[in-house]
């Protein structure tokens, strides 16, 4: 049990970097596109970034397997009660 555990905070940690991974990306193309707007430019500067943010390819994985970990858990801790 404790190596599930383990491995599904691995999982939710790998998920966190990807997530603030995507929200930088996001503020960062929303101050271009407002410094852009700002100057008149916002067409050629919005054309530089990339319009489609891809999660991971392993990220149904992932989550499939969070859910499957937190059953487990969910089921050892209403054994020990």
Known sequence: MLV???EQQKI?????VRQEQI?????KKSEILANATA???????????PE?????ENVETMEKEGKAAAESEKKAVNTET
């Open 12 to 16: 939710q940690q790998e998920l966190i």
């Open 52 to 56: 489609k943010l891809a999660p991971p």
């Open 4 to 6: 599930e555990m383990k």
């Open 23 to 27: 929200v930088a990306q996001l503020n």
């Open 39 to 49: 100057e008149g430019e916002a067409a050629s500067e919005a054309a530089k970034i």
